[in-house]
Nanobody
Framework: VQLQAFGGGSVQPGGSLRLSCADSGFTYDHYRIGWFRQAPGKGREAVSCISTFNGSTYYTPSVKGRFTISSDNAKNTADLQMNSLKPEDTAIYYC???????????????????WGQGTEVTVSS
């Protein structure tokens, strides 16, 4: 299984970015894709999760209403649309995946065995 996250960049506060996560080699029908981020000098935190089978989603409170996660099962991709970006959203963003649905433990890193390389997002004026 290989994951690749891309779409990061620099944007001004209030701007938007769309991150994408492409996975190859993952042949299961039911799996979850999570997005995590790590800000400079901080630990990694969960941002969002989507269950590809039924489209159920979870978001960390700080991004609710601003970020939207989606998946395209035919393409094996998951996107994170980020709107109204704030300087505190600056981080390296990672996608991760594993078999099964997003559950109440979706925010835990050990719920995901497969991780991609990060893509950097900088929000600054």
């Amino acid at each position: 299984v290989q994951l690749q996250a891309f779409g990061g960049g620099s944007v001004q506060p209030g701007g938007s970015l769309r991150l994408s996560c492409a996975d190859s080699g993952f042949t299961y029908d039911h799996y979850r894709i999570g997005w995590f981020r790590q800000a400079p000098g901080k630990g990694r935190e969960a941002v969002s999760c989507i269950s590809t089978f039924n489209g159920s989603t979870y978001y960390t409170p700080s991004v609710k209403g601003r970020f939207t996660i989606s998946s395209d099962n035919a393409k094996n991709t998951a996107d994170l649309q980020m709107n109204s970006l704030k300087p505190e959203d600056t981080a390296i963003y990672y996608c991760a995946t594993d078999i099964g649905f997003c559950s109440g433990n979706w925010y835990k890193e050990d719920e995901y065995r497969y991780w991609g390389q990060g893509t950097e997002v900088t929000v600054s004026s």
